[in-house]
């Protein structure tokens, strides 16, 4: 393991500890009904993300980095700030899209530590259900919203997170460029 | 509801004295970072049942900005 390694094991603590706390202010303002239930499994399972990166790096002796790159603010810069349950959700499905296509790749990556990589298959269970509770409830919420608006919205924020993911790219590709590049992948 | 009702309920819902509460005021200003933010306007929603989009909030920095848009929803 090396400081880009720890790097990445950071970032991925920090996004999840974000995306429970999002998730959680959430849980506690939405009316009952399935999408708080849904919702709420969903901020246990973050937090839960955030545990298992944790013990990750406590596996390989390393602690975590204090980062400083808030990911969530990029988002509503290049996006703007979500008002109603349909466009947070919008937002969700985007990012739970880019977060398991990350950990697609680095899972391939060649003589990946067994802790990150425990950690990546587990997590990326979790995230194929994130992303279907979050599809289903959007395809439900076309009714009030209509189709169209669902549609013109997701398409918007995936926009938006192209610009933040190739942003960060721009700005940390040193530290994780290993984990973009085939040449690594072991299969 | 009266303006001064929906300045209350802001108040309550971002948990800080209403005397910080101030027509004038950045909504930015009032929270700690903009979690807080989309939580309460959502929570906003959810009390007065009505819906905003993300295009009711354009611009919108002020609370008489956000207080002109929820008046606008309720009448």
């Known amino acids: 393991m090396n400081d880009n390694d720890r790097w990445i094991v950071s970032f991925y603590r920090n996004s999840e500890i974000s995306g429970a706390q999002f998730f959680s202010r959430l849980a506690r303002v939405l009316p009952a009904g399935p999408i708080q239930f849904d919702l709420t499994k969903h901020f246990a399972d973050e937090s839960q993300h955030a545990w298992y990166w944790t013990k990750a790096l406590g596996d390989m002796n390393l602690d975590p980095i204090k980062m400083t790159f808030a990911y969530q603010d990029h988002y509503l810069e290049a996006a703007g700030m979500p008002t109603n349950i349909m466009e947070i959700l919008a937002l969700t499905m985007v990012f739970e899209r880019r977060v398991i296509s990350q950990y697609a790749r680095h899972s391939r990556v060649r003589d990946i530590h067994p802790a990150v990589q425990h950690a990546l298959n587990t997590i990326m269970e979790d995230e194929k259900w994130h992303i279907q509770w979050v599809g289903d409830a959007l395809k439900q919420m076309e009714e009030k919203f209509g189709a169209e608006r669902v549609k013109n919205t997701c398409e918007r924020f995936r926009k938006a997170d192209e610009e933040v993911y190739g942003r960060m790219i721009a700005e940390h590709g040193e530290r994780i460029g290993h984990i973009l590049d085939k040449q690594n992948y072991a299969f | ?75």
């Open chain 2, 1 to 75: 509801m009266q303006r001064n009702e929906l300045t209350a309920l802001l108040a309550k819902l971002l948990k800080i004295d209403a005397a910080r509460v101030t027509e004038n005021a950045r909504l930015t200003d009032l929270v700690a970072d903009s979690f807080v933010l989309i939580e309460t306007v959502v929570e906003l929603q959810e009390e007065l049942d009505i819906t905003l989009v993300q295009e009711d909030l354009d611009g919108v920095v002020s609370v008489s900005q956000l207080l002109d848009v929820v008046t606008a929803k309720l009448a």
